[in-house]
């Protein structure tokens, strides 16, 4: 069974950093691309970044530079992202979704809550 | 990075209706278009890829059709289980960038 299956809810305090995994199974890992995606509370949805997983190339979206990481561990068949200095405005449920070819977002995990909050 | 405008933001209707959505692109992406269904508390769900094919698994009564930048989705007798947001999405070019979503309520 292809899947995403992410890391558990974090509860951070606003400067901190969060880190969340994703792990792929019933597929090459290293074939897709692999996408993050946010949504705030009541929103839509906001792309991240990607990694290829196969070259750890990695490719930010502008509002998230130098704030967020993309790495991957192939031995594992895990993605990560990093998002550091956060704010309340982070507070969000943050999606890893595999790129099927240049179709669609196919598998997407079930997400991960992360709430920033003093 | 290419913008796509959804309409409505929000539309009510009864089970039973025939519905469209549509989505526009800043510019033209060919039939690279994704729509994607959320309930609340998932994760989203595709329906179709390339404008118009449906993905595996899901109901004929969604379709999808369009190019260049003019997009549609339509469902057809809606069903309690459609009531849900939808967005499209370009993968025409880097960003793949989404809509702002349209919710369809009960009415």
């Known amino acids: 069974q292809v899947q995403l299956v992410q890391s558990g809810a974090e509860v951070k305090k606003p400067g901190a950093s969060v880190k969340v995994s994703c792990k792929a199974s019933?597929?090459?890992?290293?074939?897709?691309?692999m996408y993050w995606v946010r949504q705030a509370p009541r929103q839509g949805l906001e792309w991240m970044g990607r990694?290829?997983?196969?070259?750890?190339?990695?490719n930010y979206a502008q509002n998230f530079q130098g704030r967020v990481t993309l790495t991957r561990d192939t031995s594992i068949r895990t993605a990560y992202i990093e998002l550091s200095n956060l704010r309340s405005d982070d507070t969000a449920v943050y999606y890893c979704?595999?790129?099927?070819?240049?179709?669609?977002?196919?598998?997407w995990g079930q997400g991960t809550v992360v709430t920033v909050s003093s | 990075d290419i913008q796509l405008t959804q309409s409505p933001s929000f539309l009510s209707a009864f089970i039973g209706d025939t519905v469209t959505i549509t989505c526009r692109a800043s510019?033209?992406?060919?039939?690279?278009l994704a729509w994607y269904q959320q309930k609340p508390g998932k994760a989203p769900k595709l329906l179709i890829y390339?404008?118009?094919t449906l993905q595996s698994g899901v109901p004929p009564r969604f379709s999808g059709s369009g190019s260049g930048t003019e997009f549609t989705l339509t469902i057809s007798s809606l069903q309690p289980e459609d009531f849900a947001t939808y967005y499209c999405?370009?993968?025409?070019?880097?960003?793949?960038?989404f809509g702002q979503g349209t919710k369809v309520e009960i009415k």
């Open positions: 990694l290829n997983p196969n070259s750890g190339v990695t």
């Open positions: 999405q370009q993968l025409n070019s880097f960003p793949q960038t």
């Open positions: 979704a595999r790129l099927r070819g240049a179709d669609a977002f196919d598998i």
């Open positions: 019933g597929y090459t890992f290293n074939d897709y691309y």
């Open positions: 390339g404008a118009s």
């Open positions: 510019q033209g992406i060919s039939s690279y």
